[in-house]
């Protein structure tokens, strides 16, 4: 009897990973229809908004159907690296498939198991924005659970008395399809259409190396996974993550994640956000999800054997501030790429902001929230005024108009202050750039140092009185009602704190006036 299985995002039984799964189905399904497909034989597939069709004849057995499915969805390339074919990652784009390996490596398939390894390791190059290239390890794996279903049942002999080929009447769900899931005393089991469905989850979601400042515990890697809601649009922007475009000012186009140094992240928040913005393109449209779960994965006091979930952070698709993140993701968003003693590479993110706004937008914190906590030694301070040119292409896409007009305020200040250290200079035949970093330095130090809103306040409005010569400040003049309003409501102290600081190192309005900090 001819079998067909048809997946609806509808069914009320769906849970998000259910949703996930289905858009990796949808995406694989529709890299086969592309040109240059490897479709599985013998097998009828259609992909609609809603749902994914998937069908055989009398002429094959439900196992024998199934492992052709998995045999045209989950690959190895000739350098034993992990190819999901719903990526639709080109050929050759080996640092883009080194960063899935390795973090597929720590999550759906951290059990050695899992995925059977060569003995040694083997070598990526990468190159850097400098063009210098750094060899990268990683395990060359022979096979990986998910290309025979293994730890599922669903090709295991039929039992006695069921038809040969068949699946079984349950099937079970091992860590390797849904990462970090305990099964406790009894198994997880779920019905066999099911069980096929969630093995595409490692397709729809995306994996991130995390190396985090924010938090405490020590995250390694991210998954997260998308809640999907329109199958066609969610395949098109996850493919469109590993695409080259040359059509953007005549030069190759890569959206930041289908590098290696774009998988790098900083907490799980960020790690989403990147991944939402990518997918979401130039317009951040929803790109057929609803939202995101962000699942920080890593080595946590009570389990030192294995990896385990350590965060879950939900993520939605609508933030007010979202084109700040965007902004400080673009533009400080860079990966550093280091050598260990033994030669070998390893990224960080050369900055934390990108992190720290992400944080706080999953949270609903004001955006600049624990800003501060960046530029409490001199080092850090100093080291972000290197990301100058980065902060002010954030200052100049904030939308809240008292974070516009409290920062405006600030710098309508500095700048006045610099030009009067400019004539002193001048008079007095100081060095001007060293007149400003002290400058610079004693004001940080006052900020931080206020303790109270009143006294935060009042040291705002000296500064602003000492610039002016005790005149008013253009921006002061627009809406002085609004003004003494935000400057002298208490709980606005944490905010004016870390709006200033923010001023104080994103001014970056005329280098002719000011000295050049240069760019992240």
């Given at each position: 009897m001819a079998k067909e299985l048809i997946y609806r995002l509808a069914n009320p039984g769906y849970t998000i990973y259910h949703?996930?799964?289905?858009?990796?189905?949808?995406?694989?399904?529709s890299a086969w229809k592309r040109k240059g497909g490897h479709p599985p034989a013998d097998i009828d597939y259609e992909v609609g908004r809603q749902h994914v069709r998937l069908a055989w004849g009398d002429g094959l057995t439900d196992q024998e159907a199934l492992g052709r499915i998995l045999a045209a969805s989950f690959r190895l390339t000739p350098d034993k690296l992990i190819d999901l074919v719903g990526h639709g990652i080109a050929e050759g784009e080996s640092d883009l498939r080194l960063a899935i390996h390795n973090g597929l490596c720590a999550t759906f398939l951290q059990h050695n198991k899992m995925r059977p390894s060569e003995k040694g390791s083997r070598h990526v190059g990468i190159r850097d924005a400098d063009g210098e290239e750094t060899l990268f390890t990683y395990k060359a794996v022979l096979s990986y659970a998910h290309q025979k279903a293994q730890g599922t049942d669903l090709l295991e002999p039929a039992k006695k008395g069921h038809p040969k080929g068949s699946f079984p009447a349950l099937a079970t769900i091992p860590q390797s399809v849904i990462p970090g899931a305990m099964s406790g005393v009894q198994t997880l089991e779920t019905p066999?259409?099911?069980a096929i469905?969630?093995?595409?989850?490692?397709?729809g979601s995306s994996v991130f190396l995390l190396r985090s400042r924010t938090y405490q515990e020590r995250m390694q890697t991210c998954v997260v996974v998308p809640d999907v809601n329109d199958l066609v649009a969610f395949s098109r922007a996850l493919h469109s993550i590993a695409s080259v475009d040359v059509g953007r000012q005549s030069t190759a186009y890569r959206l930041p994640t289908s590098t290696y140094a774009g998988r790098v992240a900083g907490g799980p928040e960020e790690s989403a956000l990147r991944?939402?913005?990518?997918?979401?393109?130039?317009d951040l449209t929803r790109p057929g999800i609803a939202s995101l779960q962000a699942i920080a994965m890593g080595k946590v006091a009570w389990d030192k054997n294995q990896v385990n979930r350590s965060l879950s952070v939900r993520i939605g698709t609508d933030y007010p501030e979202i084109r700040v993140f965007r902004a400080a993701y673009t533009y400080l968003g860079?990966?550093?790429?280091?050598?260990?003693?033994?030669?070998e590479g390893y990224a960080v993110p050369s900055s934390h902001v990108p992190e720290l706004v992400a944080a706080n937008l999953a949270a609903g914190r004001h955006w600049a929230q624990h800003f501060r906590t960046l530029l409490e030694t001199k080092k850090d301070f100093n080291h972000m005024l290197f990301a100058q040119k980065g902060l002010y292409q954030m200052k100049q896409v904030i939308k809240d108009e008292d974070d516009q007009t409290i920062i405006e305020m600030f710098q309508e200040a500095w700048r006045r202050a610099m030009a009067e250290l400019g004539a002193r200079a001048v008079r007095d035949g100081l060095d001007f750039y060293r007149l400003v970093e002290v400058e610079?330095?004693?004001?940080?130090?006052?900020?931080l140092r206020t303790r109270t809103a009143d006294a935060l306040a009042g040291w705002f409005l000296r500064f602003c009185a000492d610039a002016t010569k005790g005149a008013s400040l253009s921006t002061a003049q627009r809406n002085p009602t609004r003004l003494r309003e935000i400057l002298f409501e208490r709980h606005n102290f944490d905010r004016l704190q870390n709006l200033f600081l923010f001023a104080l190192v994103s001014y970056a309005k005329?280098?002719?006036?000011t000295p050049s900090n240069g760019d992240a």
């Open positions: 949703r996930a799964a289905l858009g990796g189905l949808a995406a694989t399904v066999p259409e099911d469905l969630l093995l595409f989850l490692i397709a991944f939402l913005v990518d997918l979401s393109a130039d860079r990966t550093m790429i280091f050598k260990s003693a033994k030669g610079r330095e004693r004001i940080r130090n006052a900020i005329d280098e002719t006036t």
